[in-house]
Each structure stands twice: as structure tokens, then as C-alpha cells.
């Protein structure tokens, strides 16, 4: 490297770290994280991409922008109310206290009063049997998948689950009921065909080989047309006969019915139907934490907690208390969405489109989540050009719109009205984003 070459000029490492700045940030960020932002200044310097006497600002701006977690918030336009991509259900502040307040050291498994170990999960499992009575026992574990296997392993590994084709689904992402339920050792026995099982049909598969029967609410399609299913309540004496469990997979997680969901099972109606152990996600209708929920007769649920497995899928802390919190608290903004008042929503729709001069259109949201396929949640969306959902998604906050029709749909049905303001700011911001972009283009 010659005297004169620019790169002799870049920052050293050590000079870099005693920056005020960055000093500061080390109590936000690992010394590896610094140290990476660090060379990655350094390197861009190096391909000339930054003059030597950028390093300092641009580095400095690199540490402001990053934090310890890459996860950021979004605010969702969507109008879908459990947004998988998007983490499904939002917490409460009632569950977010509660997450918080156990972060830290916490009784999660110990009894203050006698200083000895207890339940864990003891106050998480209080909540959801107040909450639904119709349930001996409940045992929550890390998600509802985890749950139907924890439930296939410990009923009929080595044996059969007795179930209905037409309830054999795929779950997401690749992921199907048959494969996990296979993948504990049990084995499948289809019944029935894909839109018609009869009860004579579980009848005649029940076999001394028989570990339970599953009935799973195929909660993310619909078959319409020349369709019929058994009911939990005329399956049971068959279950109850053969001496095996009724194991029903609810998915969406409503402990009670809910009038706005009608053709939503819930955990209370299955289990007085007959269902010996109900299985049901946290993060679905259920508005909490990723978690999944078995309720139903003590027997059987003690014979879950019992199998080694239930230690491999436990639930965290954080999800107990967040889950408790949920149950026990305010309703949460899952529940808010999905009651949203019409009125309300179009008055703010209409309000943040007069300040931005676009139009509104009406605009059905979804429950999402695989909840309640077909149901609709009307309401209303402002109308963007589809190029605005780019900037949005990238902008600070980040918005997730709804991209439709060639139009940029804008729903506020899951938006918080306190960030109204927020919203408008940033479709302030991505308009002008496209102006600019438009003028370049012209000029
Ligand atoms: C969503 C769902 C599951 C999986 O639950 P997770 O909490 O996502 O693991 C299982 N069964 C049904 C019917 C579902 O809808």
C-alpha cells in the first residue's frame, strides 16, 4: 500500500470502538455485534464504496439503527386478524405485563408458602379451567402441533388413530396432521372418504389395535356440497365402548362459542359433547402466546403430563404467564378485531382518507390463522396505487398492506386507532416516495 493510497486512512478498529457513540451502544449490543458493524464499515471503506472520513458517521448511524433483536414491529394492514407471517396473535398489555414480570426470576414451579417445588404452570392452568369449567384437568404445551403429538404418542403409539379422511389436512407451510401423527409411531387409520364419513364407519375400524380417535375441525377449508361427518357426540359412546379417548383438534382455540363465529368449534361444546381431551392453539382466536392447549378428563390428561414426552414440549415461562394473562385479563386484539365496530372503523378509514385525499373502498377482512375459512369481517380499506405496498412495507414504522386487485389496500380493522396517526404518517411518506420516484421517471 502506498503513502498516498486512501485506505491507509480508514479508521482502526480501536479508534473506532472508544467513539462516544459506540461506547454507549455496548450496553445495548454485544461486542461481536459491534465489532461486526465495525468491519463491515471498515470493508465498505476498503472497496471505495465509503470515503475514509464516512466511516465514523456511517458507522455511527449503523449502531443507532441496530438493536439486539432484527425482529420489527409491523403494523398490519391486512385486515387478517391471526396473520401467521406476521406472528399470529398480538398480546394484551395485560400479557405483556405479565411477560415482562417473568422475565426474570419467577415461581413458574415453586410453592413460596412451603418452599418446595409445585405444578408448574399452576396459575396458567387455574385460569383456563375458570375459563372453562366443562374441563377436568388442562396441561399446556409449547404449540397445538406439539399438542396432537404429545396426545398420538402417549394414547396409540404402536397403535391406531382412528380418523376421517376428510379431516386429514395440511396445517401450513408444508406441514400435515398424517405426517406428524405418523411421525410418533402411531398408525393411521383412515376412515370414510374425503366429503363423507359415516358413523358405521369408525364403528367398523374400531379394533382392540385402536390407541384413540381423532376428530380434527379442518379449520382452514370448507367442503360444501354432499358432505357429512360424525358429530363428538355420537362418536363418544363409540369411543367410550372400545374403552380408547375421543381426542378432538380444534386448531382455532375459542374456549366458549362465539356468536360472530358460528361455524367456529369451541374447547366448552366439545368437551360436554363427549371429547375426552380437546386440543386447541394459544396464538389462533385464542388472542396469547404461541402455546397448546389440552383440556379435558383428568385421567387422560394426568397420563399426558406424565409421558416422557410432555418434558420435551413443555411450555415456557413467558408463555404460561403470557397465556394466563390472556385468559384472565382484558380481551385481547384478537378478539378486538374480530368484534370491531363497523361504524367506528369506517369513520376512521374515512378520516385518514380525507387528510390523504385517496379513496375508500369497502374491503372484507379474514380471521386468518386457518380460522374460520370463507367468513368474512366487513369493513372498509383506503385505496392506494399497488406501488405504494413496497415503501410501506420497507418504511419505519413498517405497514403490511393488503395488495389486491392491483390496488394497495389499506384495512385498519388490526391497527391499533392509536397508531391511526402513525398509519397516515407513513402513507405520507410512501405517496411521496412514488412522486419522487415518478418525477425522476419523467425527468
Ligand atoms: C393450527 C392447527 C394446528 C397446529 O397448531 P399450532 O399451534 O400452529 O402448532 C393443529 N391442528 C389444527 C386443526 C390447526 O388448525
Not at 40 to 65: C, D, F, G, K
Not at 435 to 443: C, D, K, P, Q
Request: glycine fraction near 8%; charged fraction near 20%.
Amino acid at each position: 500500500m502506498d503513502q498516498t493510497d486512501p485506505r491507509r486512512l480508514i479508521p482502526r478498529t480501536d479508534d473506532l470502538l472508544a467513539l462516544p457513540g459506540v461506547r454507549a451502544a455496548r450496553k445495548r449490543l454485544s461486542d461481536r455485534v459491534i465489532r461486526d458493524l465495525i468491519r463491515h464499515t471498515q470493508e465498505q471503506a476498503r472497496r471505495s464504496e465509503l470515503a475514509p472520513a464516512q466511516v465514523e458517521p456511517a458507522l455511527l448511524a449503523a449502531v443507532a439503527a441496530r438493536s439486539a433483536t432484527t425482529l420489527r414491529p409491523v403494523l398490519n394492514a391486512t385486515g387478517v386478524v391471526v396473520h401467521t407471517n406476521l406472528g399470529r396473535a398480538p398480546l394484551s398489555a395485560a400479557a405483556v405485563d405479565a411477560l415482562v414480570a417473568a422475565s426474570g426470576y419467577v415461581d413458574v414451579e415453586l410453592d413460596l408458602a412451603t418452599g418446595s417445588r409445585s405444578r408448574r404452570g399452576a396459575g396458567a392452568r387455574a385460569a383456563l379451567l375458570a375459563a372453562c369449567p366443562a374441563a377436568e384437568d388442562a396441561l399446556v404445551v409449547n404449540n397445538g402441533a406439539a399438542a396432537l403429538v404429545l396426545a398420538t404418542t402417549a394414547l396409540a403409539a404402536g397403535r391406531e388413530v382412528v380418523v376421517s379422511r376428510g379431516e386429514l389436512v395440511e396445517i401450513g407451510a408444508g406441514f400435515r396432521l398424517p405426517d406428524l401423527i405418523e411421525s410418533t409411531g402411531a398408525r393411521l387409520h383412515e376412515v370414510g372418504t374425503t366429503n363423507r364419513t359415516h358413523l358405521s364407519d369408525y364403528a367398523d375400524a374400531l379394533s382392540p389395535a385402536t390407541g384413540c380417535v381423532l376428530k380434527v375441525h379442518p379449520s382452514n377449508f370448507r367442503v360444501e356440497g354432499f358432505t357429512s361427518e360424525v358429530p363428538l357426540g355420537e362418536l363418544s359412546p363409540l369411543a367410550a365402548a372400545h374403552g380408547v379417548a375421543l381426542v378432538a383438534d380444534l386448531g382455532s382455540g375459542l374456549l366458549a362459542p362465539d356468536p360472530h363465529l358460528p361455524g367456529e368449534p369451541d374447547v366448552a361444546t366439545a368437551l360436554a359433547s363427549g371429547a375426552d381431551v380437546v386440543i386447541a392453539s394459544g396464538d389462533k382466536l385464542l388472542g396469547g402466546p404461541q402455546a397448546g392447549l389440552l383440556l379435558g378428563r383428568a385421567e387422560v390428561i394426568s397420563r399426558l403430563a406424565r409421558h416422557p414426552l410432555a418434558r420435551a414440549v413443555r411450555a415456557d415461562k413467558l408463555a404460561l404467564a403470557a397465556l394466563e394473562a390472556t385468559v384472565a385479563g382484558e380481551a385481547p386484539p384478537v378478539v378486538q378485531a374480530l368484534h370491531a365496530d363497523p361504524d367506528r372503523l369506517r369513520s376512521r378509514t374515512e378520516r385518514l382518507a380525507a387528510a390523504l385525499q385517496v379513496p375508500v373502498t369497502a374491503h372484507d377482512g379474514r380471521v386468518g390463522g386457518g380460522g374460520a375459512p370463507g367468513v368474512p369481517l366487513p369493513g372498509w380499506a383506503l385505496r392506494l396505487p399497488q406501488a405504494a405496498a413496497a415503501p410501506l412495507r420497507t418504511g419505519d414504522p413498517a405497514v403490511l398492506p393488503r395488495v389486491h386487485d392491483g390496488f394497495c389496500l389499506l384495512d385498519l380493522r388490526c391497527v391499533p386507532e392509536a397508531d391511526d396517526d402513525r398509519i397516515l404518517d407513513a402513507v405520507r411518506r410512501a405517496l411521496a416516495t412514488l412522486e419522487a420516484a415518478a418525477e425522476v421517471g419523467a425527468g
